[in-house]
C-alpha cells in the first residue's frame, strides 16, 4: 500500500512523536510505501488567504494524495478539535473541484462517500488528556465519537475516503511506561489490518437514505437525532 501519514505534532519527543515512529517503522516493515507530511517541520501555512488559489505548497499535496490509497491523520486532541494546523491543511488542500464541489458529467456533486479521494481508505489517530469515560457518551467534554464527526465525516468521508475506526488514546496524562507499550501494541495492530479492517457504516449520500436536500427520510433512524444517524445502525 501507499500510505501517507499526516502528522499534526510541534515536538517529535512527544507521545505523538513516538507513536508515528513506530507506526511509520510498522507499516515499512509491513513492506508498505509511506510518505508523511509533518505539518509542523514542513512550516505548514494553515492560513487561506486567497479563495480558490492552488499554489504549489498546496499541489505537492495533491500529489501526495492522489499517490496514496491509504491516509492516516495523527493529531492530539487541542480544545476538544484538531490542531490549527492540520485544520489549515484541510482548509487549504481541499479546495472547490478537488476537496469540495466535485461533479459528475451531469454537474451532480459528488461527495460523502465519493469524490476525489474514492477508495482511498483513512484513519484517525488522537490522543487526549481527558480520561476515556469523560470521553464518553455522557461525559462532561463531549463524547470524542462526536468531537471527530466533523474531521471523519464531514471532512474525509465527505471528499469520497472510506473512514475506518480511530485509534483514540486517552488518559494521555497519566501515561505510564507499561501503558505506552499496550498503546503502541493496538497501533500496531491496527496498522497490520489497514486493509482489511471494517470501516464505520457511514449512510452514502447516494445510498438512498437521503433525499434531495441532503435530509435523512422520514423512516430512517426515525425518531433519532445526534451524529449517530448518519451511521447505519
Ligand atoms: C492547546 C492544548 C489544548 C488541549 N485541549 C485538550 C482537550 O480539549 N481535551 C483533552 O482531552 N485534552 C486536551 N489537551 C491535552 C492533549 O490532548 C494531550 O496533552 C496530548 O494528547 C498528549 O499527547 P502529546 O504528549 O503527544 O502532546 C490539550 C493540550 C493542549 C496543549
Redesign the pocket.
Known amino acids: 500500500m501507499n500510505v501517507l501519514w499526516i502528522y499534526a505534532?510541534p515536538?517529535p519527543e512527544?507521545?505523538?512523536?513516538?507513536?508515528r515512529d513506530d507506526g511509520v517503522a510498522t507499516l515499512r516493515e509491513l513492506g508498505h510505501d509511506v510518505r508523511e507530511s509533518d505539518l509542523y517541520a514542513m512550516r505548514w501555512n494553515p492560513v487561506v488567504d486567497v479563495i480558490g488559489a492552488v499554489p504549489e505548497d498546496v499541489r505537492a499535496e495533491h500529489r501526495k494524495l492522489d499517490w496514496a490509497d491509504t491516509v492516516i491523520v495523527q493529531f492530539?486532541?487541542?480544545?476538544?478539535?484538531t490542531?490549527a494546523i492540520l485544520k489549515g491543511w484541510f482548509d487549504r488542500v481541499f479546495v472547490q473541484g478537488y476537496g469540495y464541489d466535485y461533479r459528475d458529467e451531469t454537474g451532480h456533486p459528488l461527495r460523502y462517500g465519493n469524490g476525489v479521494l474514492a477508495g482511498k481508505r483513512a484513519m484517525v489517530i488522537?490522543?487526549?488528556?481527558?480520561q476515556a469515560d469523560?470521553?464518553g457518551p455522557r461525559g462532561a467534554?463531549g463524547s470524542l465519537d462526536d468531537l471527530m464527526f466533523g474531521v471523519q465525516h464531514g471532512t474525509l468521508f465527505y471528499t469520497g475516503m472510506t473512514v475506518l475506526p480511530p485509534l483514540t488514546?486517552?488518559g494521555?496524562?497519566r501515561?505510564t511506561p507499561e501503558r505506552f507499550d499496550c498503546v503502541r501494541e493496538e497501533l500496531r495492530k491496527r496498522l497490520h489490518s489497514l486493509e482489511t479492517a471494517d470501516p464505520l457504516p457511514y449512510r452514502t449520500q447516494d445510498g438512498g437514505d437521503y433525499d434531495r436536500r441532503l435530509v435523512l427520510r422520514p423512516d430512517v433512524a426515525a425518531g433519532q437525532a445526534g451524529y449517530g444517524i448518519h451511521l447505519i445502525a
Open positions: 505534532h515536538d512527544s507521545l505523538n512523536g513516538a507513536l492530539p486532541l487541542w480544545w476538544a478539535d490542531p488522537v490522543t487526549a488528556g481527558a469523560s470521553l467534554h488514546v486517552t494521555t496524562n501515561m
